[in-house]
């Protein structure tokens, strides 16, 4: 759309260098290569970023009232969370397990922490891989949904006793500390889908077991806890972006579509909006999905006026209180 665009890595392993040299290759500046250390990597940000950046950072200086221009939250649109977050995970959890491990996923026990978005999609790839999943949550819903879909729910300290593999995936720090490491049984395989490196304890890992850890191969790591090996894939980074290529193409297009509509909505309408942060229009989250369905098939009906007016919403939609039913 005629933008000047530089592109730089949220991860140290997540880029895919035959990806960066054909974007290189098209003229747009790119700051990244896999393996980064962390100042190379706080170098490459700072090449492309002059101001804080991510959600809750724009919700802060909203709130602070700093923020210079109007924002939309792409995250917490339907056509995101529920797609790339869910799905995405649900293809790519088990795939970074197998190409790290190359383990007999069948009949092994693992334990996932969080049954958000990620976490759901996260359980059903490993379910899907006849893994025993057991799930850890702190919200009463998520944790009543874990176990009407079959999952058994119990607390960390409990679940990592008998787990072959841990994932997190909350996006919260220090779901596994050091009372966690302790307790797990030898070759526990402890991986992060959910968040940053602080998920998973690694600064007291490294601080006090750095001297044991071994690399079997790039981002494979054992290190020796009690007499126990331990393995944690990715440095305890985003497995699917550091032991495997991430999320499919096809669930990708959907969050890369709510990002070019909210866009070009934000560029046509400026009016319409304040210096504040909002999420994609309803109808513009339904456009991204009306895009997507001839691609898997699926032919969806249509309400006829009299259905419509029955229900309280036009032939085209929304719902008139723009809420979501999802």
């Known amino acids: 759309m005629g933008a000047e665009v530089t592109w730089s890595s949220c991860n140290i392993f997540s880029t895919q260098d035959h990806a960066a040299a054909a974007i290189a290759a098209a003229g747009i500046s790119v700051y990244a290569w896999k393996g980064m250390n962390e100042e190379e990597f706080d170098w490459c940000i700072e090449q492309t970023l002059f101001f804080t950046t991510g959600v809750l950072r724009l919700y802060d200086r909203m709130k602070n009232g700093t923020l210079a221009l109007p924002a939309i939250n792409i995250n917490d649109s339907v056509t995101k969370s529920k797609f790339d977050n869910k799905y995405g995970c649900r293809e790519s959890l ?61 607390k960390m300290i409990n679940a990592v006793k008998e787990a072959d593999i841990v994932v997190t995936a909350t996006g919260n720090y220090n779901i596994i500390s050091e009372a966690h490491f302790r307790a797990m049984k030898h070759n526990a395989v402890v991986c992060n889908i959910g968040h940053f490196d602080n998920e998973i304890d690694m600064a007291w890992l490294n601080k006090n077991y750095g001297h044991t850890k071994e690399t079997i191969k790039p981002q494979v790591d054992k290190y020796t806890i009690d007499g126990k090996d331990i393995i944690i894939l990715a440095e305890g980074r985003l497995v699917n972006l550091g032991c495997a290529m991430g999320h499919p193409s096809f669930v990708m297009s959907n969050s890369f579509t709510n990002q070019t509509l909210a866009q070009l909505e934000l560029w046509t309408n400026t009016g319409k909006y304040k210096n504040e942060v909002y999420t994609l229009p309803k109808h513009l989250d339904e456009k991204v999905a009306r895009l997507h369905l001839s691609k898997v098939g699926v032919e969806i009906e249509e309400l006829t006026p009299e259905q419509a007016k029955y229900i309280g919403v036009t032939v085209a939609g929304p719902y008139k209180s723009d809420t979501y039913r999802y």
Not at 114 to 136: H, N, Q
């Open 94 to 154: 088990v795939d970074a397990l197998r190409r790290a491990t190359d383990l007999m996923l069948a009949g092994k026990v693992a334990v996932v922490a969080g049954f958000g978005d990620v976490g759901k999609g996260s359980a059903e790839s490993l379910k899907d891989a006849k893994v025993r999943t057991i799930v850890t949550e702190i919200d009463p819903i998520c944790a009543l949904q874990a176990a009407m879909e079959g999952y058994e729910v119990k």
